[in-house]
């Protein structure tokens, strides 16, 4: 693998732990924290099992991870298929967070709407 191939791996590795530290993602890959850190240092390169999990936690199929590490550009994904991709691997704590959110925003809306139909 040559160090442009190397390097966005490794931002795709970034990308799909998040915020997670690496001990949290290595466990959630059934790794150890070290090997995770190896990964984002460039010195290993993870197998085909864990790039298709750090893949599909990126939001990407593992065709496009390894098409995107050979130089081809990913194809144009809507950001609704992006987020949803993303939210299937997220931890449910994070997802519990995106539907408060989305409570609270149609419970606005709901709110507005019938303030001014009660305006009319």
């Known amino acids: 693998m040559n160090i442009e191939s190397r390097e966005k791996l490794i931002e795709i590795i970034k990308l799909a732990r998040g915020s997670m530290s690496q001990?949290?993602?290595g466990k959630l890959l059934g790794v150890s924290a070290t090997a995770v850190q190896?990964?984002?240092?460039?010195?290993?390169?993870?197998?085909?099992?864990?790039?298709?999990k750090i893949a599909a936690r990126a939001g990407y199929t593992l065709e496009e991870l390894l098409g995107c590490l050979d130089g081809k550009p990913i194809p144009e994904t809507s950001d609704l298929?992006?987020?949803l991709r993303q939210?299937?691997?997220m931890p449910l704590n994070q997802v519990a967070q995106i539907v408060q959110a989305?409570?609270?925003?149609?419970a606005a809306v709901?709110?507005?709407?019938?303030?001014?139909?009660?305006?009319s």
């Open 23 to 25: 001990r949290a993602f």
């Open 38 to 52: 190896l990964w984002e240092k460039g010195v290993n390169v993870p197998d085909t099992e864990y790039l298709a």
């Open 81 to 83: 298929s992006l987020i």
């Open 87 to 89: 939210i299937k691997h």
């Open 102 to 106: 989305a409570a609270d925003r149609l």
């Open 110 to 119: 709901a709110q507005a709407s019938e303030d001014e139909a009660k305006a």
